[in-house]
């Protein structure tokens, strides 16, 4: 039995605490608050781990400064805090970055009404210490940015948030969880709910269908929390069919171009060409733009990118960087996610919707949470176990709640070059894989075989991941390496086509694929990279 067989296998034996349907940021920080405070808990997921918005967003983790325009003190400030105990629990994955804000003539908010914001952003980091914002005088920031448009600027601040990578920290939030014992299994999808006894009629069980095993299984438990995102209201009818819909899903879409193509020293805020305020973000060898903010009420599965949502963020970046002239040909690859926004039944604007969360309880007990941002996922899993087990509050001491992620430890560059010697590799290796996986690099380099060092850097760094992500991350599908636990579909020339063939044979290796689902794999992942560039298309295209 592997590992995640004996996840449903455990789920299936016992009468869990908790069972958290939903694999992305929410459900996974649920299920590690509520490991920790020493729950029976599992966690399931129909699709791959982080497969749903969780690898989709702008992979900020921020105090979101605009939503200070719009009052949100509370919700700012407890990002902000969130932030600075993310960069200490996860510092190989959650990173301090500086971040441009210019502002022109005939802006929104002028550069006193941005000098303000920026004090209380500042203040609200307390007695962390941030780097303060600075403000700069047009020359200061064109120095800072020589590409920006220099007319009509009039002035500008750097302040610092952080940066991640998202689907890596839902999936270090989920190896946290499992450490504490908590039973995790993707690819498993909740089907249905089996009630108790009239009158009070409860959920008691959730039926389960594990995709590859190609098995259905009952799994008892005491509560049930939906944190599927998008699919939240298609939960809700699925336990309730009377169940009125919260939510006003809105559709956010992403590039990247080749970082020569925007080069940039930092993030740098942009404003659209109805002024919307978007970020242009650099990433290893790219830099990648968004987002849009549009409302959607097409297929949850895989929101599509239009050629006028990619026309629109390019128009936003060549208004910026007049001289990059961005055109389709230097995109690389497009990802669009949809945000669980709670509909205010209203008709405001979709970026004016709120970024709270809240939960909402059925007649038969399933709680559901719509809403919420990934940068907050740990303050919210401690109010919503809190809200659905009270028995288990204070259960967990501060320190292990806030305690660091698997792979924080972060290796110093001596560390680093003795591993490097001491398995024969070039240092360069070893400081790419301790980049993205921290401490956790030795184990990944203990995935080493001999003959592999013949081949290019990129494809052993990607061999040695995929070996790993296979053993200890649940990856169970060539998309889950490619797409999630590495940065190959988004931010590589080639999305990943050309090294997908040897992945997918160390997969068949370690998983015991045949030469059919080897290749049905293959196909699957170059129909995704197909899908995603589909926008290209002549007749892709309605306006965003
Ligand atoms: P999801 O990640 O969607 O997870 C829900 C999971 O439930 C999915 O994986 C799905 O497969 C699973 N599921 C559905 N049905 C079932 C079923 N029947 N059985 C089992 N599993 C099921 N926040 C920030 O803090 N910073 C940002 O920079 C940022 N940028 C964003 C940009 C965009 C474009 C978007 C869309 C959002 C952004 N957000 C950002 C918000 C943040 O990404 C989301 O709030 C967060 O990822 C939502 O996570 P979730 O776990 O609630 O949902």
Redesign the pocket.
């Known amino acids: 039995m592997d590992q995640r067989e004996e996840a449903l296998a455990g789920m299936a034996g016992t009468r869990l605490d908790l069972l958290v ?8 920080g649920v299920a590690r608050e509520a490991a920790l405070r020493g729950l029976r808990v599992g966690l ?4 791959d ?14 105090g ?1 400064l605009r939503y200070l325009k719009s009052g949100d003190f509370r919700l700012v400030r407890e ?1 902000v805090l969130e932030r600075q105990r993310l960069i200490q629990m996860a510092p190989h994955l959650v990173r301090s970055a500086a971040f441009l804000f210019p502002v022109y003539r005939g802006d929104p908010d002028p550069l006193w009404k941005l000098r303000i914001g920026l004090t209380l952003y500042d203040w609200f980091a307390g007695r962390h210490r941030v780097p303060r914002h600075q403000v700069h005088a047009p020359a200061g920031v064109l120095a800072q940015e020589p590409l920006l448009q220099p007319a009509g600027l009039t002035g500008g601040a750097i302040y610092t948030d952080a940066v991640t990578d ?1 689907a890596r920290l ?1 999936l270090a939030v989920l190896a946290s969880a499992r450490q504490a014992g908590a039973l995790v299994a993707n690819y ?4 249905g709910f089996t009630h108790g006894q009239p009158p009070r009629r409860q959920v008691t069980a959730v039926c389960l269908r594990d995709h590859l095993g190609d098995a259905s299984l009952t799994v008892g438990c005491r509560t049930v929390l939906n ?5 939240l209201d ?2 809700r009818r ?1 336990e309730d069919p009377g169940a009125v819909p919260v939510l006003r899903p ?5 590039v990247a171009v080749p970082g020569h193509r925007l080069p940039l020293r930092q993030a740098v805020v942009l404003r659209s060409t109805d002024r919307r305020l978007m970020f242009a973000i650099p990433s290893g060898d790219y830099t990648y733009i ?2 849009t903010d549009t409302d959607y009420d097409g297929d949850l599965g895989e929101p599509p990118v239009d050629a006028a949502d990619v026309d629109y963020i390019l128009a936003a970046v060549n208004r910026s960087f007049p001289d990059c002239r961005l055109t389709v040909p230097d995109v690389v690859s497009v990802w ?5 926004l709670l509909d205010p039944g209203d008709g405001r604007r979709p970026a004016e919707v709120s ?1 709270d969360y809240r939960l909402f309880r059925s007649p038969g007990g399933l709680v559901s ?1 719509g ?6 996922f740990r303050a919210m899993a401690v109010q919503i176990v809190d809200e659905l087990l009270p028995e288990s509050r204070g259960r967990v001491p501060a320190v292990a709640a806030v305690a660091p992620l698997p792979g924080a430890a972060r290796p110093t560059p001596a560390e680093v070059a003795a591993a490097a010697a001491s398995a024969g590799v070039p240092q360069e290796l070893a400081v790419e894989l301790a980049g993205r996986h921290g401490s956790d690099f030795i184990q990944v380099l203990a995935e080493l075989r001999p003959g592999d060092l013949d081949a290019p850097r990129r494809t052993v760094c990607l061999r040695l991941q995929t070996r790993y992500a296979v053993r200890h991350e649940l990856a169970r599908r060539l998309a889950d390496v490619l797409v999630r636990r590495t940065p190959e579909f988004l931010f590589s020339a080639d999305n990943g086509r050309d090294l997908a063939a040897a992945v997918a044979a160390d997969m068949a290796e370690l998983l015991g694929w045949g030469p059919e689902r080897t290749q049905a794999e293959l196909a699957a992942y170059l129909d995704q990279v197909g899908q995603m560039q589909a926008w290209r298309r002549p007749d892709s295209g309605s306006p965003p």
């Open positions: 349907i939903g694999g992305g940021i929410t459900g996974a399931v997921e129909r699709n781990f982080a497969a749903g918005t969780s690898s989709r967003s702008t992979k900020l983790v921020h979101g990002a998202d839902t498993t999808e909740v089907t944190a599927t995102g998008p699919w298609a939960l699925l809105t559709k956010g879409v992403h968004g987002t669009a996610g949809l945000r669980p970024r949470v809403g919420g941002k990934l940068t907050t």
